[in-house]
Protein backbone atom coordinates (compact mmCIF):
# COMPACT_ATOMS: atom_id res chain seq x y z
CA UNK A 1 0.00 0.00 0.00
CA UNK A 2 1.14 3.61 -0.69
CA UNK A 3 0.77 4.87 2.57
CA UNK A 4 1.69 8.55 1.81
CA UNK A 5 -0.91 8.89 -0.83
CA UNK A 6 -3.81 7.38 1.76
CA UNK A 7 -2.56 10.37 4.07
CA UNK A 8 -2.30 13.28 1.30
CA UNK A 9 -6.13 11.89 0.02
CA UNK A 10 -7.08 11.78 3.23
CA UNK A 11 -5.65 15.69 4.06
CA UNK A 12 -7.27 16.85 0.79
CA UNK A 13 -10.52 15.59 2.16
CA UNK A 14 -10.37 17.10 5.79
CA UNK A 15 -9.39 20.66 3.43
CA UNK A 16 -12.57 19.96 1.56
CA UNK A 17 -14.62 19.97 4.78
CA UNK A 18 -12.79 23.03 6.66
CA UNK A 19 -11.22 25.57 3.87
CA UNK A 20 -7.78 24.80 4.93
CA UNK A 21 -6.37 23.92 1.57
CA UNK A 22 -3.00 25.47 1.80
CA UNK A 23 -1.99 24.57 5.29
CA UNK A 24 -3.64 20.74 4.84
CA UNK A 25 -1.11 20.57 1.99
CA UNK A 26 2.01 21.89 3.54
CA UNK A 27 1.66 18.80 6.21
CA UNK A 28 0.56 16.65 3.76
CA UNK A 29 4.48 17.37 2.03
CA UNK A 30 5.82 17.47 5.45
CA UNK A 31 5.01 14.08 5.91
CA UNK A 32 6.24 13.12 3.10
CA UNK A 33 9.52 14.46 3.22
CA UNK A 34 9.47 12.51 6.85
CA UNK A 35 8.63 9.53 5.80
CA UNK A 36 11.28 9.89 2.81
CA UNK A 37 14.34 10.82 4.96
CA UNK A 38 13.23 7.93 7.80
CA UNK A 39 12.50 5.28 5.74
CA UNK A 40 13.55 5.76 2.30
CA UNK A 41 17.19 6.73 2.85
CA UNK A 42 17.94 5.16 6.20
CA UNK A 43 17.12 2.07 3.70
CA UNK A 44 19.62 3.65 1.50
CA UNK A 45 22.45 4.13 3.77
CA UNK A 46 22.07 0.37 5.55
CA UNK A 47 21.90 -1.21 1.73
CA UNK A 48 24.90 -3.35 0.57
CA UNK A 49 25.75 -2.53 -2.73
CA UNK A 50 26.04 -4.63 -6.30
CA UNK A 51 29.31 -6.19 -6.98
CA UNK A 52 29.73 -4.05 -9.71
CA UNK A 53 29.89 -1.04 -7.42
CA UNK A 54 32.11 -2.59 -4.86
CA UNK A 55 34.38 -3.40 -7.78
CA UNK A 56 34.19 -0.24 -9.58
CA UNK A 57 34.89 1.57 -5.74
CA UNK A 58 38.27 -0.73 -5.22
CA UNK A 59 39.44 0.15 -8.71
CA UNK A 60 38.90 4.03 -7.86
CA UNK A 61 40.07 3.37 -4.03
CA UNK A 62 43.81 1.76 -5.83
CA UNK A 63 44.20 4.48 -8.40
CA UNK A 64 44.12 6.80 -5.40
CA UNK A 65 46.92 5.23 -3.53
CA UNK A 66 44.84 3.43 -0.90
CA UNK A 67 45.23 -0.37 -1.32
CA UNK A 68 41.47 -2.21 -1.14
CA UNK A 69 39.79 -5.48 -1.63
CA UNK A 70 36.40 -6.94 -0.46
CA UNK A 71 35.61 -10.08 1.74
CA UNK A 72 32.62 -11.72 2.36
CA UNK A 73 32.24 -11.07 6.13
CA UNK A 74 33.29 -9.98 8.91
CA UNK A 75 34.89 -13.52 10.17
CA UNK A 76 37.02 -12.73 7.31
CA UNK A 77 37.79 -9.35 7.65
CA UNK A 78 38.87 -10.31 11.13
CA UNK A 79 41.35 -12.87 9.71
CA UNK A 80 42.61 -10.75 6.95
CA UNK A 81 43.49 -7.55 9.73
CA UNK A 82 45.21 -10.18 12.05
CA UNK A 83 47.29 -11.65 8.94
CA UNK A 84 48.59 -8.10 8.48
CA UNK A 85 49.56 -7.39 11.86
CA UNK A 86 53.31 -8.49 12.85
CA UNK A 87 53.02 -10.19 16.50
CA UNK A 88 54.77 -6.91 18.79
CA UNK A 89 54.00 -4.65 16.63
CA UNK A 90 52.77 -1.41 18.32
CA UNK A 91 48.74 -1.12 17.77
CA UNK A 92 46.63 1.50 18.54
CA UNK A 93 43.13 0.53 17.73
CA UNK A 94 40.64 3.75 16.96
CA UNK A 95 37.11 3.81 18.41
CA UNK A 96 35.30 1.87 16.30
CA UNK A 97 31.90 -0.31 16.23
CA UNK A 98 33.13 -2.15 13.52
CA UNK A 99 36.38 -3.44 15.40
CA UNK A 100 34.41 -4.00 18.06
CA UNK A 101 31.70 -6.36 16.50
CA UNK A 102 34.58 -8.52 14.42
CA UNK A 103 36.18 -8.77 17.19
CA UNK A 104 39.79 -7.20 16.45
CA UNK A 105 39.30 -4.41 19.26
CA UNK A 106 39.29 -7.55 21.69
CA UNK A 107 42.53 -9.28 19.94
CA UNK A 108 44.84 -6.21 19.99
CA UNK A 109 43.94 -5.31 23.43
CA UNK A 110 43.84 -8.42 24.89
CA UNK A 111 45.61 -11.50 23.76
CA UNK A 112 49.14 -10.00 24.68
CA UNK A 113 50.28 -10.77 20.91
CA UNK A 114 50.75 -6.56 20.89
CA UNK A 115 51.94 -3.68 22.14
CA UNK A 116 48.82 -2.06 22.47
CA UNK A 117 48.72 1.83 22.67
CA UNK A 118 45.33 2.09 24.01
CA UNK A 119 46.25 -0.49 27.21
CA UNK A 120 49.53 2.11 27.88
CA UNK A 121 46.91 4.93 27.82
CA UNK A 122 44.58 3.44 30.19
CA UNK A 123 47.31 3.50 32.52
CA UNK A 124 48.65 7.12 32.34
CA UNK A 125 47.11 9.89 33.56
CA UNK A 126 45.21 12.65 31.33
CA UNK A 127 45.89 15.65 33.56
CA UNK A 128 49.76 14.72 34.29
CA UNK A 129 50.39 13.21 30.74
CA UNK A 130 48.30 14.58 28.40
CA UNK A 131 50.85 15.82 26.04
CA UNK A 132 52.65 12.31 26.17
CA UNK A 133 49.45 10.20 25.49
CA UNK A 134 48.18 12.75 22.72
CA UNK A 135 52.14 11.93 20.86
CA UNK A 136 51.35 8.24 21.46
CA UNK A 137 47.78 8.12 19.60
CA UNK A 138 49.28 10.01 17.06
CA UNK A 139 52.11 8.14 15.54
CA UNK A 140 52.19 4.57 16.50
CA UNK A 141 53.43 1.92 14.32
CA UNK A 142 49.87 0.31 13.39
CA UNK A 143 46.70 1.86 13.47
CA UNK A 144 43.34 0.15 12.50
CA UNK A 145 39.52 1.50 12.30
CA UNK A 146 37.13 2.42 10.28
CA UNK A 147 35.47 5.26 8.18
CA UNK A 148 32.05 6.90 7.71
CA UNK A 149 32.04 7.36 3.86
CA UNK A 150 33.80 6.07 1.04
CA UNK A 151 33.03 7.37 -3.08
CA UNK A 152 32.81 5.17 -5.85
CA UNK A 153 35.25 7.69 -7.09
CA UNK A 154 37.83 6.32 -4.39
CA UNK A 155 37.45 9.40 -1.81
CA UNK A 156 37.10 8.44 2.05
CA UNK A 157 35.36 10.33 4.17
CA UNK A 158 36.26 10.32 8.05
CA UNK A 159 34.06 12.53 10.72
CA UNK A 160 35.29 12.70 14.29
CA UNK A 161 34.07 14.91 17.31
CA UNK A 162 37.37 15.00 19.23
CA UNK A 163 39.82 14.65 16.08
CA UNK A 164 41.91 12.27 18.07
CA UNK A 165 41.95 9.36 15.65
CA UNK A 166 42.94 11.64 12.24
CA UNK A 167 46.92 12.22 13.51
CA UNK A 168 47.75 8.88 12.81
CA UNK A 169 45.43 8.11 9.59
CA UNK A 170 46.50 11.40 7.69
CA UNK A 171 50.33 11.51 8.07
CA UNK A 172 51.59 9.54 11.75
CA UNK A 173 50.84 5.80 11.37
CA UNK A 174 53.28 4.06 9.06
CA UNK A 175 50.67 1.23 8.78
CA UNK A 176 47.07 2.24 8.27
CA UNK A 177 44.41 -0.49 8.37
CA UNK A 178 40.59 0.52 7.75
CA UNK A 179 37.60 -2.10 8.05
CA UNK A 180 34.87 -0.49 6.07
CA UNK A 181 31.18 -2.53 6.01
CA UNK A 182 30.22 -2.16 2.47
CA UNK A 183 26.70 0.16 3.14
CA UNK A 184 29.12 3.20 3.79
CA UNK A 185 29.69 3.62 -0.32
CA UNK A 186 28.41 5.99 -1.23
CA UNK A 187 27.80 7.75 -5.00
CA UNK A 188 30.00 10.97 -4.09
CA UNK A 189 31.16 12.96 -1.71
CA UNK A 190 28.11 15.06 -1.27
CA UNK A 191 25.99 12.11 -0.74
CA UNK A 192 28.84 11.11 1.92
CA UNK A 193 28.22 14.54 3.58
CA UNK A 194 24.65 13.75 3.83
CA UNK A 195 25.61 10.23 5.10
CA UNK A 196 27.04 11.74 7.68
CA UNK A 197 24.92 14.74 8.65
CA UNK A 198 21.58 13.37 8.06
CA UNK A 199 22.28 9.20 9.50
CA UNK A 200 25.61 9.07 11.30
CA UNK A 201 25.68 11.87 13.17
CA UNK A 202 21.73 10.86 14.84
CA UNK A 203 22.66 7.90 15.52
CA UNK A 204 26.42 8.69 16.97
CA UNK A 205 24.75 10.86 19.43
CA UNK A 206 22.01 8.50 20.69
CA UNK A 207 24.90 6.39 21.30
CA UNK A 208 26.89 8.97 23.29
CA UNK A 209 24.10 10.03 25.31
CA UNK A 210 23.57 7.07 26.23
CA UNK A 211 27.45 5.85 27.12
CA UNK A 212 27.93 8.87 29.57
CA UNK A 213 24.21 9.80 30.90
CA UNK A 214 24.80 13.14 28.87
CA UNK A 215 22.12 14.80 26.53
CA UNK A 216 24.48 17.37 24.00
CA UNK A 217 24.86 14.33 21.41
CA UNK A 218 27.97 14.07 18.93
CA UNK A 219 29.40 16.72 17.08
CA UNK A 220 31.28 16.71 13.58
CA UNK A 221 33.61 19.01 14.82
CA UNK A 222 36.57 18.00 12.08
CA UNK A 223 35.63 16.09 8.98
CA UNK A 224 38.38 14.34 7.17
CA UNK A 225 38.19 13.98 3.18
CA UNK A 226 40.93 12.02 1.95
CA UNK A 227 41.65 12.14 -2.06
CA UNK A 228 44.85 9.75 -2.22
CA UNK A 229 47.39 8.69 -0.27
CA UNK A 230 50.94 10.05 -1.30
CA UNK A 231 52.76 6.87 0.10
CA UNK A 232 52.48 3.26 -1.34
CA UNK A 233 51.39 0.66 0.90
CA UNK A 234 50.62 2.91 3.55
CA UNK A 235 47.06 2.68 4.05
CA UNK A 236 45.24 -0.84 3.24
CA UNK A 237 40.92 -0.61 3.37
CA UNK A 238 38.67 -3.95 3.36
CA UNK A 239 35.35 -3.29 2.45
CA UNK A 240 33.00 -6.29 4.01
CA UNK A 241 30.05 -7.61 2.29
CA UNK A 242 28.00 -6.86 5.61
CA UNK A 243 26.62 -4.15 7.48
CA UNK A 244 29.05 -3.12 9.97
CA UNK A 245 29.08 0.41 12.16
CA UNK A 246 26.86 3.04 11.83
Known amino acids: MNYMLVITTFFNFVDE ?6 IVNILSIYIYHLY ?14 SDEVLQKTVEALRANGINAEV ?13 MLPEGAEIMNMTSRTLDTIGVA ?16 TKMDRTTQSL ?3 KLGAAPEYTDGSVHAVSEDGKVLIASNTGS ?32 YDYILPLESVRLNKAYNI ?20 VTL ?9
Open 71 to 83: VSDGKEAKEKVLS
Open 215 to 234: NTGSFVSKLLIINREFVKDR
Open 36 to 49: WYTIVMNDKWKSIP
Open 17 to 22: ENGKTQ
Open 165 to 196: QLPAYVYGSPHVIWVVGAQKIVENIDEGMKRI
Open 106 to 121: DEIVDSGKYNSVRNQL
Open 132 to 134: EMQ
Open 238 to 246: ILVKEVLGF
